[in-house]
């Protein structure tokens, strides 16, 4: 499985952006899958995260400005970024555990990030 993020940029203060992850290989089955994120000098941190249902949780910093959604029939993440900040600027990795086939151990996979700067 592979993991192919994108949509990242420069974008001002108050701006939006939407992310985007293709997974795309052997797919069985993708199960839970989530957005995170690592700014320079401090460990990653989940952001976002939705499972195979349509749940969703969120970390407390973006609630009420990130959407995070998927489309299972074309095994693609999304997340929707509104009213960004300076403290949003980070690389955005996306995750997903899954199946590459009936049977298979169930594996985590990253996509290479993808950086969102927001400026001030």
């Known amino acids: 499985v592979q993991l192919q993020a994108s949509g990242g940029g420069l974008v001002q203060a108050g701006g939006s952006l939407r992310l985007s992850c293709a997974a795309s290989?052997?797919?069985?089955?993708?199960?839970?899958m989530g957005w995170y994120r690592q700014a320079p000098g401090k460990q990653r941190e989940l952001v976002a995260g939705?499972?195979?249902?349509?749940?969703?949780n969120y970390a407390d910093s973006v609630k009420g400005r990130f959407t995070i959604s998927r489309d299972n029939a074309k095994n693609t993440m999304y997340l929707q970024m509104n009213s960004l900040k300076p403290e949003d600027t980070a690389v955005y990795y996306c995750?997903?555990?899954?199946?590459?086939?009936?049977?298979?151990?169930?594996?985590?996979?990253w996509g290479q990030g993808t950086l969102v700067t927001v400026s001030s």
């Open positions: 995750k997903a555990d899954g199946r590459r086939f009936l049977g298979d151990a169930r594996q985590e996979y």
């Open positions: 290989g052997r797919i069985f089955r993708l199960n839970d």
């Open positions: 939705i499972t195979s249902g349509g749940q969703t």
